[in-house]
C-alpha cells in the first residue's frame, strides 16, 4: 500500500499535464517568440526571379530579342547606351499584342507559349516561362509600346520597379518596342558588379551575332550611343550569313559538317585541323536554334578531332543540332544556357562520327554554294602564314618523297640542298620580295642530316641523333628571345613598309582596343581604323612575316584572359608565346641544311627546351648508349 502511494506521488510530480496547468496559471512564465519562417514580399520575389534571368544587359537583350523571333519579326533592332547600363531598345515588326494580351504579358508566369504541364516536354520555341518581362521590369524602369496589324491603335504601358504607372492607347506601328531604362536602379548591389562599357558592349555584340546566325533571313540591327555597330541583312543562305559575320578567309578554312541520328540531325561548319588556333572564337552551338553550351557536345568535337589536334590549339566551329523537342530538356539552367539530352551518348557519337569524317576532307573543298577557283595552297593558306603562301615543291622521286626512308636517305646525299629547295625560292605574291631565309651564323657541333615531311628535322646534335619539330623549336628560340628583350625593357618595334589591314569581330574589338597601349608596349604597334576595324603599323624587330588577321585574333583571345592573370610577368607569357608562334618556320616548309643547322644551334643555344612555350614537345633525342641498345650492341 505504501509502495502505491509512493508511486501515485512521483506521478502526480513528474505529470507532465499538471506542470503546463500550473504554468498556464502562472503569467509570468509565458513566452511568445515570433515564427522564423515568413511569406517574402512580391518586390522581393520579383528581384530575386530577376537575378536568376537578368545578370547584364546582354541578358536583356537576349531575352527581348527571343520574345521578338517568337513573335514572328522579321526585322530587329537593338539600341543601347552607355553599353546598356542607361538604355535598352528592342523594336521589331512582329505580330505584336493588343489591348488585353500586353497588361498579362508583364505579369509573372504569363505566357501564350504553355498551355499544360506536356507542353514543357516539347518546347519548340526561344522563351517559355513568362518571367522575362516582369522579371525585367523589376530591375528597371520599363516602357512597353505594341500594336496588332488589325487594331487601329496601340497600347502604350509605363512600369518603375514592376508597379504599373501609366496604361494608354497610342499611335504605334504593329509590332513591338520595349525600352528598359537604368537597369539595375533600385539594385546597386547588382548594378555594381557590371564591367566597363566597352565589356557591357561586346557582350551585348555577341548575343546579337548569335540570334543572327540562328535566324539568317532576318536582319538585326545594333546601335550604341546612336551609331551603327552592326548591320546584318537578311542573308539568302547560311553561307552569306557566315561571310557577313566572319569574312571570306574564315570560310576557306572551314569544311562542312553533317551528321544523322535518331531523332537529331547536325550541319554547320568547323575549321580544318591544319587551321586550328589557340583561340576558341567563334565556337557557337546552337540546338534547335537556341544558343547554348553543352559540355556533351564540346567534348565530342575535340573527340572527333583526335589527332588533327595539337596541344594548346582549339577548333572554331558554328554547328547546329536539331533535336527532338522531346528529347531535349530546355529547361535545366535559368538563363537556358544549357540543355539536357535525353539521348547523351547518342548526340555524342552522332557529333563526334560527324567532325571525324569532316575532316577527312580539305578546306578548299566546301565552297557553301560557291565553288572557288583558288589553288589548294592558296585557298587553304599554310598554317601560321599569309594566305597565299605558295612554296616551291621539290621534285619528288618515287619512292624517295618526303617522309620514306629513301627520302631521308636521298636527303642526306650530296644533292639535299636542292632537293629540299630552301625557302629562299619562296615568295609570298604581292610582296615584291623574298621570304626571308633562316640567317646562318657560326658553326657548331651539329650535323644536320635532313628533313622529314617538311616538319622534322633530323640531325646529330652531339653524341645524340635527334628528330627535332621545327616550328615548336624555332618557337622557343624565338619566345626566349623576345622575354628576354621584354625582362631588360630593350623591345625594338619595326615599322611595316605598308600598315596590314584587318577586322576583329565587333564584340571583340572593344577588348583589342582597350589593351593597345600593352600591345604597344611589346612591339606591336596596332591603331583603330573604324568600327571592327584597325591597322597593324609595326611588329617586334624579332618576328617575320606573319598573318596578322590570326594573330591578332589569337591576341584577343589572350586578353580575354589578362584580367584573370595573377602578376605582370603571367599577363605577358601568353602575348609573346603567340607572337613567337605566328612568327616561327611552320610546319610543311621546306628548309635547307644551312638553315636546319642555323635552326637547332639557335635552339642548342637556349640550352635545349624541351617543350615550346604552349607545351608541345620539340625534339625526340636518343643517346648513342640508346642506340647501342636499340640495335643490340649494348
Not at 281 to 306: C, M, W
Request: net charge neutral; aromatic share 4%; proline share 7%.
Amino acid at each position: 500500500m505504501r509502495g502505491a502511494v509512493l508511486v501515485a506521488r512521483r506521478l502526480r510530480v513528474n505529470s507532465p499535464p499538471r506542470r503546463r496547468q500550473t504554468e498556464a496559471r502562472s503569467p509570468v512564465n509565458v513566452v511568445s517568440r515570433p515564427g522564423k519562417i515568413h511569406i517574402l514580399p512580391g518586390d522581393v520575389v520579383s528581384k530575386i526571379a530577376a537575378g536568376e534571368v537578368v545578370e547584364r544587359p546582354a541578358s536583356v537583350v537576349r531575352e527581348l530579342v527571343d520574345n521578338s523571333l517568337d513573335a514572328g519579326a522579321t526585322k530587329i533592332t537593338v539600341e543601347v547606351r552607355d553599353g546598356g547600363r542607361t538604355l535598352i531598345k528592342v523594336t521589331d515588326d512582329g505580330e505584336g499584342m493588343n489591348r488585353e494580351d500586353a497588361p498579362l504579358a508583364l505579369q509573372r508566369h504569363a505566357t501564350s507559349k504553355v498551355r499544360s504541364e506536356q507542353d514543357l516536354w516539347s518546347i519548340r520555341t526561344l522563351g517559355f516561362r513568362g518571367e522575362a518581362l516582369p522579371s525585367i521590369a523589376s530591375v528597371s524602369r520599363l516602357t512597353l509600346a505594341t500594336a496588332t496589324r488589325d487594331e487601329p491603335v496601340g497600347t502604350k504601358m509605363v512600369l518603375t520597379g514592376g508597379v504599373l504607372e501609366q496604361r494608354d492607347e497610342a499611335a504605334v506601328a504593329p509590332g513591338t518596342q520595349i525600352e528598359v531604362a537604368d537597369l539595375f536602379f533600385n539594385t546597386p548591389a547588382r548594378k555594381k558588379f557590371l564591367k566597363a562599357t566597352p565589356t557591357e558592349l561586346s557582350h551585348v555584340c555577341q548575343v546579337v551575332q548569335q540570334a543572327a546566325l540562328a535566324w539568317p533571313k532576318v536582319r538585326f540591327r545594333l546601335l550604341h550611343n546612336g551609331q551603327e555597330v552592326l548591320d546584318y541583312p537578311v542573308a539568302a543562305s547560311l553561307r552569306d550569313r557566315l561571310l557577313q559575320l566572319y569574312g571570306q578567309r574564315w570560310l576557306e578554312q572551314v569544311v562542312e559538317v553533317r551528321g544523322e541520328g535518331p531523332g537529331l540531325s547536325l550541319t554547320g561548319m568547323t575549321v580544318h585541323g591544319a587551321q586550328t588556333r589557340a583561340g576558341r572564337t567563334p565556337q557557337e552551338l546552337f540546338v534547335n536554334r537556341r544558343a547554348v553550351k553543352s559540355p556533351t557536345v564540346a567534348h565530342a568535337i575535340a573527340d572527333g578531332y583526335g589527332s588533327f589536334l595539337a596541344k594548346g590549339r582549339y577548333p572554331q566551329y558554328v554547328l547546329f543540332l536539331d533535336v527532338d523537342p522531346g528529347r531535349v530538356d530546355v529547361n535545366v539552367h535559368p538563363a537556358k544556357r544549357e540543355v539536357r539530352f535525353a539521348d547523351q551518348d547518342l548526340v555524342h557519337q552522332t557529333v563526334r562520327r560527324a567532325v571525324r569524317t569532316a575532316l577527312g576532307g580539305s578546306p578548299q573543298s566546301i565552297r557553301l554554294d560557291e565553288p572557288s577557283q583558288r589553288p589548294r595552297e592558296q585557298a587553304a593558306g599554310w598554317p601560321g602564314t599569309a594566305v597565299g603562301w605558295q612554296p616551291q615543291r621539290p621534285p619528288t622521286v618515287r619512292g624517295e618523297g618526303p617522309g620514306t626512308v629513301a627520302g631521308l636517305a636521298h636527303a642526306m646525299g650530296s644533292d639535299a640542298a636542292s632537293a629540299l629547295s630552301g625557302p629562299e625560292q619562296l615568295a609570298v605574291p604581292g610582296m615584291g620580295e623574298a621570304s626571308p631565309a633562316y640567317l646562318v651564323e657560326t658553326e657548331r657541333d651539329v650535323v644536320p642530316l635532313g628533313q622529314v615531311s617538311r616538319t622534322f628535322l633530323v640531325a646529330q646534335v652531339g653524341t645524340e641523333l635527334q628528330v627535332i619539330d621545327q616550328h615548336t623549336a624555332h618557337e622557343r628560340v624565338l619566345f626566349e628571345r623576345l622575354w628576354r628583350a621584354w625582362l631588360e625593357q630593350r623591345v625594338v618595334s619595326q615599322p611595316l613598309l605598308i600598315p596590314e589591314p584587318i577586322e576583329v569581330p565587333l564584340q571583340r574589338a572593344p577588348l583589342l582596343t582597350r589593351h593597345l597601349p600593352e600591345l604597344d608596349k611589346l612591339g606591336l604597334s596596332i591603331e583603330p581604323f573604324g568600327a571592327g576595324s584597325f591597322m597593324v603599323r609595326a611588329v617586334p624587330a624579332q618576328l617575320a612575316q606573319v598573318d596578322y588577321v590570326a594573330l591578332v585574333q589569337d591576341l584577343v583571345d589572350d586578353l580575354s584572359e589578362w584580367n584573370a592573370a595573377s602578376s605582370l610577368e603571367s599577363k605577358v607569357r601568353p602575348i609573346l608565346a603567340t607572337l613567337a608562334c605566328h612568327s616561327a618556320v611552320q610546319a610543311g616548309r621546306a628548309m635547307a641544311l644551312s638553315e636546319s643547322k642555323q635552326l637547332i644551334e639557335d635552339w642548342v643555344r637556349e640550352g635545349l627546351p624541351m617543350t615550346c612555350p604552349h607545351g608541345r614537345r620539340v625534339a625526340l633525342r636518343l643517346t648513342d648508349e640508346e642506340l647501342n641498345k636499340i640495335f643490340g650492341r649494348a
